[in-house]
């Protein structure tokens, strides 16, 4: 028998607001150990929660990013467990009325379909301390940082829509893409600022049947999201082959020996109403505002760059990807740069390279300004290519302008028609024999004469006038 | 300083009080309210040593009266009934005005009706939480007891009004206590529920009576209204009051302050010894109530929060055909400073919880509904902030006492 996989994601992401859900102190959960509490979030007697204006707005705008339906009245519960990384005993979170139902994001699917995937609800809650576990001599010792504790979160539940680990990938992508581009969070795994929880279960192809799920945990990175998924999908499918019962349980992605491993059974404590935070009700004006300061979505950005701009549809959905990135290809484009050249040195240089430094642009010193004026200098031939992208990297650690770099490095293109001649000339009498291989028929001698020819003027020679001058000699 | 009535007395008043509202009335409090650096422990060996880090919105709207805070008396475990308490005591005697007691099921009013005293407690939302360490949350507000009504409506009036860090208040001005009852009309119409009668014993029914006969005396038209089950006000509180006290006692573990027990184990081990070792007996079956249905009967918790809504709905039917309702505060046979048991401790706080479960003001007036053979306090509830004509009334019926 074939089996599928039914996959539902429960994604936690950390609101960047300046401040905790319910009081004042700085949401700053890096901070020097326990830097950032007060009575509120310490849980001490007799302090009261007050909810964070801030977080609920960025809440909000993050659910209406993922097409949710905001709820006209929500209200927070307490999730009673005991753990001392929650000293008061209960979790405040959404449980019987979440502030959004209903939403959904688009994939591309495996077979290169468009794919929808339903959300089934997002609510907000509190962040709990983060322990730490160390030995005071021999003795094993627990500390408890209240940084975390109180951190504003929310809880992006999907529907079991995905089947595959390929439809997780592309899922975190597009919701991490979505919530970015509302500025309401970071979305790092590798920073804890989204965690992946997935549910999994198997049944026959063609069954619409919902079985035993087994939740995963401790993914921290995309790739290991899906990878756990891979696993979990092989190990199910092989105890349901030998008749073993598949039970209700949470297990842990161990990221070394690349394996889930039983963890727990799966718990699940009750969800009272709390009395003390007062319950969200939602007016259709403020939601207007709300809806305001949602900015213009990565998919009807691709649309406009598409027609307006005339990119290719990968073009389009590379510059869009990244609201930064989107609105630094459109200053520098309004600056009257020529689109296509725009678009193709930031897919092909810039994004590479702060891929290759970890950076976002806006962690760079690079500007609009000094970026046009490198493709300036390269569109009118003051420098080639090749010093361009030796520029463009200097750009992004220090704050020179193009101009002073080029100087400085004697990166201006030669285009002395003399100078250049001369160095062929070397260049054709030290290979005669690949002189007289391209004379009888092999183009491709070209090619290795322009890399010698280029070398020797040490990258900055004008590459047309070259090939012309070759061609000439050489014909 | 302590004695057998006070936790903590305050002995240097390094500063002399403001001039205020309330300069001159000397205050005491309970070791739930937070006073900057006294001693803070709610009855509890669960806050054993813990010390108040910052004043409670009370305590500073007091001490900016000009108010004297003269200690803070001794209360039942977390607040949960009058078990032990003393701040009655304390409040009769001629060092102290007035006595800030939480009123979670009724104890500022049979405190008060006990010991011949006025005691209110205000609407829910009118007076700050911040700082007042609570048990149940939803039901509980700062009650407010003295020998002389003028002074507990003076203390009321500089302490409610919104304060921006309680969320649960309303962000709505409260109207001037003192102007306002100058112009009002003194409410006329009181109604009395048949089923409340049929719950007293045949003495208790005649104490009881006697205030009303009284009331008609002096004019009060009288209406008889019917509450039907009106015994589940009890239960409705019981059900959610345990489950609130549960979740909010959730936080004394012994780990920051107050009791730890030792233990070579684990965590989980440490917890559940110092729980057990920390709280009594009535008070850990309480909380052990709520946990239960929590854990394992949620749905009687839902029925009890739907049910306390039919509850809120016909009461305010009721208070649309009377100007306020009149109960006893207190029954006779129950004495509420000896029950041991949930059971005993409900039966004792019967009139009493129907106000915290609707979050209505209500007052005790000692001296009224009573006779040679005790005095089960005339205990008037109001619709929901109505608590400047709750109060009118209340010196009103004050001085027809005085005058007897």
Redesign the interface.
């Known amino acids: 028998m074939r089996y599928e996989a039914v996959i539902g994601l429960e994604i936690h992401v950390q609101l960047n607001t300046i401040t905790k859900l319910f009081c004042d102190c700085p949401n700053s959960p890096g901070d020097e150990p326990n830097k950032n509490t007060c009575?509120t979030c310490?849980?001490?007697?007799?302090?009261?929660?007050?909810?964070s204006a801030d977080a609920l707005e960025k809440a909000t705008l993050a659910c209406l990013a993922l097409n949710c339906t905001i709820q006209p009245e929500s209200a927070f519960d307490?999730k009673?467990y005991?753990y001392?990384d929650l000293?008061?005993?209960?979790q405040l979170s959404q449980h019987h009325k979440p502030l959004a139902r209903n939403g959904w994001i688009d994939i591309i699917g495996e077979d290169g379909e468009l794919k929808r995937l339903r959300i089934h609800h997002v609510h907000m809650e509190e962040d709990v301390a983060r322990l730490v576990h160390e030995t005071e001599g021999k003795t094993p010792i627990?500390l408890v940082d209240f940084n975390r504790a109180g951190a504003p979160l929310i809880e992006i539940v999907s529907e079991p829509d995905l089947r595959s680990p390929h439809d997780a990938i592309e899922y975190v992508k597009a919701l991490r893409t979505q919530l970015r581009y509302t500025g309401s969070a970071e979305c790092s795994m590798e920073q804890g600022t989204l965690r992946v929880d997935a549910n999994i279960s198997m049944r026959p192809v063609g069954s619409d049947a919902f079985n035993t799920k087994v939740e995963v945990k401790n993914m921290n990175s995309i790739r290991n999201v899906a990878e756990a998924i891979a696993y979990e999908i092989k190990r199910q499918t092989e105890s349901i082959e030998k008749g073993e019962p598949i039970v209700l349980h949470t297990r842990l992605w161990d990221p070394d020996k690349r394996v889930t491993l039983p963890m727990r059974e799966k718990f699940s404590?009750?969800c009272?109403?709390d009395?003390?935070?007062?319950r969200i009700v939602v007016t259709p004006d403020w939601l207007d505002k709300i809806q305001m300061r949602l900015p213009e979505m990565p998919m009807q950005k691709a649309n406009r760059f598409l027609k307006d701009y005339g990119l290719t549809p990968e073009e389009a959905a590379g510059m869009s990807q990244e609201r930064d990135m989107s609105e630094f290809f459109e200053e520098v484009v309004r600056k009257g740069l020529p689109v296509r050249r725009v678009a193709s040195w930031i897919v092909t240089h810039l994004m590479p390279a702060l891929r290759d430094r970890n950076q976002t642009i806006r962690e760079t010193t690079i500007t609009t300004n000094r970026f046009a004026e490198l493709l300036t200098m390269l569109e009118s031939g003051v420098i080639n290519a090749h010093a361009a992208k030796e520029v463009l990297l200097q750009l992004l650690s220090d704050d020179q302008s193009p101009e002073e770099i080029v100087e400085k490095g004697s990166l201006r293109q030669v285009s002395d028609t003399a100078e250049l001649e001369g160095l062929i000339d070397k260049i054709l009498a030290d290979h005669p024999s690949d002189v007289e291989e391209y004379r009888q028929g092999n183009a491709k001698i070209m090619g290795f004469f322009m890399g010698l020819a280029m070398k020797a003027s040490q990258g900055k020679a004008n590459p047309k006038l070259l090939k012309e001058i070759l061609t000439k000699r050489l014909g | 300083m302590t004695c057998h009535i006070y936790t903590h007395k305050e002995t240097s008043h390094i500063s002399s009080p403001r001039e205020g509202p309330l300069t001159g009335l000397k205050i005491v409090v309970q070791p739930n309210m937070s006073v900057t650096g006294w001693p803070t422990n709610a009855g509890s060996r669960a806050l054993n040593g813990y010390v108040a880090l910052e004043d409670a919105t009370v305590v500073k709207r007091l001490r900016s009266g000009g108010a004297t805070l003269v200690g803070s008396a001794r209360m039942s475990e977390l607040g949960f009934g009058l078990g032990g308490d003393t701040l009655a005591e304390a409040c009769s005697g001629d060092e102290v005005t007035v006595g800030l007691i939480t009123d979670t099921m009724g104890e500022a009013r049979i405190a008060s009706a006990v010991s011949g005293m006025f005691g209110y407690k205000p609407s829910f939302g009118i007076i700050s939480r911040l700082g007042m360490i609570g048990l149940i949350p939803s039901m509980e507000s700062c009650g407010i007891v003295g020998k002389h009504l003028e002074n507990v409506i003076a203390v009321a009036e500089v302490i409610a009004g919104f304060d921006e860090n309680d969320f649960s208040m309303a962000d709505e001005p409260l109207p001037d206590l003192g102007e306002s009852m100058k112009s009002l009309r003194i409410p006329s119409t009181v109604g009395v529920i048949e089923e409340c009668h049929r719950m007293l014993n045949e003495s208790e029914k005649n104490v009881f009576k006697a205030g009303i006969t009284k009331l008609k005396d002096k004019g009060f038209k009288i209406k008889e209204l019917s509450f039907e089950n009106f015994e589940l006000f009890r239960a409705v509180h019981n059900v959610i009051g345990s489950v609130e006290a549960s979740s909010s006692s959730g936080k004394y573990d012994g780990v920051r302050y107050g009791h730890r027990a030792a233990s070579d184990k684990n965590w989980n081990d440490m917890y559940l010894k110092t729980r057990g070792e920390s709280f009594g007996t009535l008070i850990k079956s309480y909380l052990f109530q709520g946990a239960y249905f929590q854990f394992e009967n949620y749905p009687s918790f839902e029925d009890a929060c739907r049910i306390r809504g039919g509850l809120v709905r016909k009461m305010s039917r009721l208070l649309e055909t009377v100007d306020v309702i009149a109960l006893p505060t207190r029954r006779l046979m129950f004495d509420a400073t000896n029950a041991t048991t949930i059971a005993e401790t409900y039966e004792a706080f019967s009139f009493t919880v129907p106000a915290n479960v609707t979050g209505q003001p209500s007052l005790s007036i000692p001296r009224f509904a009573s006779d040679s053979t005790g005095d089960v306090g005339l205990q008037i509830l109001g619709e929901h902030k109505s608590d400047v004509r709750l109060l009118a009334l209340g010196m009103e019926l004050s001085s027809i006492v005085k005058g007897v």
Do not use: E, N, T
Request: aromatic content about 10%; charged content about 5%.
């Open positions: 009575p310490l849980w001490l007697p007799g302090a009261l929660p007050r909810l307490q009673v005991y001392p000293p008061k005993g209960y627990s404590g009750p009272v109403p009395p003390s935070v007062p």
